[in-house]
């Protein structure tokens, strides 16, 4: 069975730091591109950031170029998110998701339950 | 880059058809698969149409998914309604390592 779990999220102060993990079972890690998609409360789906199989290819939102970085571990299935200079903007329920492929296509076949991250003094 | 733009909401009876659209702003609709998205309140989304038109196993075939080059748009149909297919309703597509959502569509079936 496929699955993607994350963590990591939490309250944090503005201009702080957060790191989230998505750990991945059931599938070919290596073979297929991940995905960070956020929720803000009451709001729509924001596409965060996505990595290629390889990790050879990344995107970002331009609301968070510059202030996140994603990466992937294939050894340890898992992908992350390195938030820098979060704002009460950033506050979000945070989906980790896996492509049907292996570009950065946003084909996602499996999300995670979120993990929420609270931006506020 | 470019933007997707759907109706913020529709209603619909159960037993009839609704047809979701889905406008690109810049670019081809064609040049890109579109994905569409369900959830339902308090969880996770899921897909229901995945390459245009592509249904994942599970998903019942009332659900169907559309492009139209003439209006550069992707629609997503849903026939013989149901109360349990009330829930937001996504669309997705992408271009050159950059992902875009839809606002999203509420769908309410009353």
């Known amino acids: 069975e496929v699955q993607v779990v994350e963590s990591g999220g939490g309250l944090v102060q503005p201009g702080r730091s957060l790191r989230l993990s998505c750990a991945a079972s059931g599938f070919t890690f290596d073979d297929y591109a991940m995905h960070w998609v956020r929720q803000a409360p009451g709001k729509g789906l924001e596409w965060v950031s996505g990595i290629s199989w390889n990790g050879g290819s990344i995107g970002y939102a331009d609301s968070v170029k510059g202030r996140f970085t994603i990466s992937r571990d294939s050894a340890k299935s898992s992908l992350y998110l390195q938030m820098n200079t979060l704002g009460p903007e950033d506050t979000a329920l945070y989906y980790c998701?896996?492509?049907?492929?292996?570009?950065?296509?946003?084909?996602?076949?499996?999300w995670g339950r979120g993990t929420l991250v609270t931006v506020s003094s | 880059n470019f933007m997707l733009a759907q109706p913020h909401s529709m209603s619909e009876s159960p037993g009839k058809t609704v047809t979701i659209s889905c406008t690109r702003s810049r670019g081809s609709i064609a040049s890109n698969f579109v994905q569409w998205y369900q959830q339902r309140p308090g969880s996770a989304p899921t897909t229901v149409i995945y390459?245009?038109?592509?249904?994942p196993s599970g998903v019942p075939d009332r659900f169907s998914g559309s492009i139209d080059s003439s209006s550069n748009s992707a629609s997503l149909t849903i026939s013989g309604l149901k109360t349990e297919d009330e829930a937001d309703y996504y669309c997705q597509s992408y271009d050159s390592n950059n992902v875009v959502f839809g606002g999203g569509t509420q769908l309410t079936v009353l």
């Open positions: 390459e245009d038109d592509q249904r």
């Open positions: 998701a896996k492509d049907r492929g292996i570009a950065v296509a946003g084909l996602i076949d499996y």
